[in-house]
């Protein structure tokens, strides 16, 4: 896909979530979500968010996409406040569920009908372009109830693909699915960070999964239970492609429960 705009340096930061407070309201009490969270996605980082159940991960990730405003503290991506849903950020949903009436074609087109900018013939490329990095070149006219579980998952991929954002947004996306997809899919998340055929400047994933996260993660980012605050940040310095069975993959994922726990 092409890339118009200039491009940031290797270690510019593209995400900072900078003291971000969220008060959710339940019977008009405020129901305090988030507190005092920063963090930080840099250029070609893959970057997870950890905590417990229902601590705030989905929470924080809305927040950085633009669907809900914090109550306070700002998010910024590549230099300006996110106020809103942007095209420079797609995000990928836990329970993503695609439409069954539309083709895995359409289901990305629909993706890209708030472009005005593009033709229907330019979003019809876009769109197969998209579905061909996700893998599913040639079931483009498929309905979703034809799709295995991780094809609808690619599907959803290609839909946050299409617009060409520099920041992509995962949240619990490899959760549902059996783990011999789960692990193929894994694997080519990574890829979208380097595959210069794509836009994707830094990925955030949200996951409660830690070996997950240790074969993945640049950096991982630990919240506590809710209200969630940062407990710590432990970055992955182990080389890639990472065995999952060495001794030193299991001295990360202990590092990661140490702080969980
Ligand atoms: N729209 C909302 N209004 C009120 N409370 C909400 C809303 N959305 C989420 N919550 C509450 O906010 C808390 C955080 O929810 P969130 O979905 O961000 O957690 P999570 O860490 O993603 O959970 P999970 O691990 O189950 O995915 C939960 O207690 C949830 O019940
Ligand atoms: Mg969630």
């Known amino acids: 896909m092409s890339q118009q705009q200039a491009q940031p340096l290797a270690g510019t930061t593209i995400v900072a979530v900078e003291h971000v407070n969220l008060d959710y ?149 490899f959760s549902s699915l059996d783990d011999l997809t789960a692990e193929r899919l894994r694997k080519e998340t990574y890829t979208l960070l380097i595959n210069p055929q794509t836009s994707v400047q830094s990925v955030i994933l949200v996951s409660h999964n830690v070996e997950e996260i240790i074969e993945l993660a640049d950096k991982v980012v630990v919240l506590s239970g809710r209200p969630a605050r940062v407990v710590g940040e432990v970055e992955v310095k182990m080389p890639r492609p990472r065995n999952k069975k060495s001794e030193e993959f299991f001295q990360w994922v202990d590092k990661v429960y140490t702080l969980l726990s």
């Not at 991960?57 to 405003?69: D, E, Q, W, Y």
């Not at 995000?91 to 439409?99: E, W």
């Not at 061909?132 to 690619?154: H, I, T, W």
């Open 25 to 173: 309201h339940k019977e008009r009490e405020p129901l305090p979500v988030l507190v005092d969270v920063s963090m930080t996605a840099k250029r070609d980082e893959l970057v997870a968010i950890t905590g417990p159940s229902g601590c705030g991960k989905s929470t924080l990730l809305r927040i950085v996409a633009g669907l809900i405003r914090p109550s306070a503290g700002k998010v910024m991506v590549l230099g300006s406040e996110v106020k809103g849903p942007r095209a420079d950020v797609s995000m990928v949903f836990q329970n993503f569920v695609l439409l069954p009436w539309r083709t895995a074609l359409e289901n990305v087109l629909f993706g890209l009908s708030p472009r005005k900018d593009l033709t229907e013939e330019q979003k019809r490329e876009k769109a197969k372009a998209a579905l061909e990095v996700a893998g599913l070149s040639g079931f483009e006219d498929v309905y979703p109830g034809e799709l295995s579980g991780g094809m609808k998952q690619r599907v959803g991929v290609a839909r946050a693909l299409a617009t060409e954002p520099r920041v992509m947004l995962l949240d619990e996306p």
